[in-house]
């Protein structure tokens, strides 16, 4: 079945940078477009950023676009996102989605504070 596994959460200082990863498994990784969303504490989810197959165009939320950025690795069914000058309003639980079955995974918390 299908699994995705985020990882690489943590807390940081505003200003740091954090890299989550995405191991996937139980689909073609590469035929599949992806994306990370985010909820934040008391707040709805939230897309911030998508990759698509191929060539690999990427789409960002206002919110997160110049500092984020998200890549795939598709020999290792891997989806990353880099994320600078991370600020509070960053903390949220990060999930990423695969779009062919719609599936999540359970998410990894990053908390930015000093």
């Known amino acids: 079945q299908v699994q995705l596994v985020e990882s690489g959460g943590g807390l940081v200082q505003p200003g740091g940078s954090l890299r989550l990863s995405c191991a996937a498994s139980g689909f073609t990784f590469s035929n599949v477009a992806l994306s990370w969303l985010r909820q934040g504490p008391g707040k709805g989810l939230e897309w911030i950023s998508e990759i698509l197959t191929g060539g690999g165009s990427t789409y960002y939320a206002d919110s997160v676009k110049g500092r984020f950025t998200i890549a795939r690795d598709d020999a290792k069914s891997t989806l990353y996102l880099q994320m600078s000058s991370l600020k509070p309003e960053d903390t949220a639980v990060y999930y990423c989605?695969?779009?062919?079955?719609?599936?999540w995974g359970q998410g990894t918390q990053v908390t930015v504070s000093s």
């Open positions: 989605y695969e779009y062919q079955f719609g599936s």
